[in-house]
């Protein structure tokens, strides 16, 4: 596999975790936000750049895509982002009506829905966070057996590219370097991402 991974720094993001192209993504899912309390080896996650389907509210995140996730530079990074590389890793996020406070969130791995019944996650905004600087990461495994990897979305970077005070908190948190994916290894990604739509 060709090597299609750099070393970045968070404290710097909204210098290379930024737009690329103009798409249609409401403005309370716009910026890169922190996972804080996540139990993962990654840290920061953006939506810039994924095509929002607003007839259905749906839109779907591929982890391996460039500059979509950041992980952490730690031999638990790299196995999680390798397995997120060769599984191709995609969250589908289905919200429940056109005022975007609530949403299913279905994992695929190379585009098979993992069931429900195994995991379901959810997002919801916090009520105090009218912009969408928060959202709320909950998690339901088998059936209620374990509530494990829940955390919180807090925005870093608005949608303008500015850093919000959420990202000088986070700073001194989490170790600055990370790791990103910098181009996509499989041709058939996004073949795989529009089936979901």
Known sequence: MAELIEKKRLNNIATWMIPIKQTNLPSVLKGVFFMD???????????HNLEWDTQNRVLAL?????????????????????????F????????EDETLQQAKVIPFLLGIPISRSIVSFTMSKDKNSLNGDIWHRKNVWF?????????????????????TPAFYEMLPRVPNQCLVIVRNSKDNASNNISNML
């Open 62 to 86: 591929p982890v391996f895509a460039p500059l979509q996730w950041t992980f952490h530079n730690s031999i638990a990074g790299w196995i999680s982002l390798r397995f997120i590389q060769w």
């Open 143 to 163: 059936g209620g057996l374990s509530r494990a990897g829940e955390y919180t979305l807090r925005r870093v970077v608005d949608e303008d590219g500015r850093y």
């Open 37 to 47: 309390g996540n139990p993962a080896p990654d840290t920061c996650i953006t939506m």
């Open 88 to 95: 191709e890793l995609t969250y589908k996020i289905q919200f």
